[in-house]
């Protein structure tokens, strides 16, 4: 995932024009200017989501499995994109562990703002390519909507 200009987590991406390229064309187009050495096919595909809103717009999620030499390159060249430090601040490895406290890792990690349908479309990744076990997707999720105790404590007091 990518941290964006604007503070959200997102997966890297952008707008492809129909009339010109398919949805693979326009998306290796865009990853090539943010990430330079990943071309995705059709065969990764996952799904797609529409966002609500003023500006509706259809996400589409493309996965492929990485070797770690090859998420070393990426990140590497990703440093070097035209939009890093513009409009990506760096890429983000997502924990997909959950620390003994229950609330390290992945749970801290989705308790972060994401932009439009990122966080669903992480959620649904992780389940639909078995990366996270999925009684321990949904612990994860349900500790994220769980009130702090600490927080909950301290506005009691100051009321």
């Not at 590497?76 to 760096?90: F, T, Y």
């Not at 609330?103 to 996270?132: D, E, H, W, Y």
């Amino acid at each position: 995932m990518q941290m964006r200009f604007d503070g959200l987590l997102g997966f890297p991406g952008g707008f492809v024009d129909r009339r010109y390229w398919s949805l693979e064309d326009g998306l290796n187009r865009v990853l090539g200017l943010g990430l330079g050495c990943v071309r995705l096919t059709e065969a990764d595909y996952l799904c797609s989501h529409l966002t609500e809103g003023p500006h509706r717009v259809v996400a589409h999620l493309y996965a492929r499995q990485l070797t770690l030499e090859e998420l070393h390159t990426i990140e590497i060249s990703a440093v070097h994109s035209r939009d890093h430090g513009m409009e990506v601040m760096g890429m983000v490895r997502v924990p997909l562990y959950t620390q003994k406290d229950r609330m390290g890792g992945l749970p801290n990690f989705l308790a972060n703002s994401f932009v439009g349908t990122a966080k669903f479309q992480l959620l649904f990744a992780l389940k639909i390519l078995n990366m996270v076990p999925e009684e321990k997707l949904a612990e994860a999720v349900a500790a994220t909507q769980k009130p702090k105790k600490a927080a909950i404590d301290h506005a009691g007091g100051a009321a």
